[in-house]
């Protein structure tokens, strides 16, 4: 066997190994879960719909079109699950030219810019700057 053989052969091994089996169970809970929907249209020009509903609980529903730079697909849609608390977990998204946008309540926001300069910040720059003004900048250096 060959080199090339024996490339091909790992990868569909590995393929094998790693294929999602019908019968998922959830490792922390042991539920089954199974597909109740899977739609997937697609038309010739490359647009396209999907919609995946599990009995879970898990629904996902996106569309997109070759409609971006260089006919990149740019889509749209939406996920959603219930958490391990039972809180409901909705996120809509938009992935174009600007990357992928998600949107929900529960995703992490990042403080509002520009935020409170604490204090102590403020009072090192000015300490910094007292200290520059204080300095002479007209003195003549020798290296002698």
Sequence with gaps: ???????????????????????????????????LRHDFDIEDDGTYVLGVETSNGIVASQSGAPSGPDYAVVKQGY?????????????????????????????????????????FVLDQIAKAAEEDRDRSFSREYSYQ
């Design 79 to 119: 996920f959603s699950w219930t958490a391990p608390d039972g809180t409901p977990v909705h996120v809509k998204f938009v992935a174009d030219e600007n990357g992928y946008q998600p949107e929900s309540d529960h995703l992490p926001v990042a403080p509002e810019f520009p935020h409170p300069i604490p204090q």
């Design 1 to 35: 066997m060959d080199k090339f053989q024996q490339v091909i052969l790992a990868t569909l091994a590995a393929l094998a190994v790693a294929a999602p089996r019908a019968d998922y169970r959830s490792i922390e809970s042991g539920e089954s879960a199974e597909i």
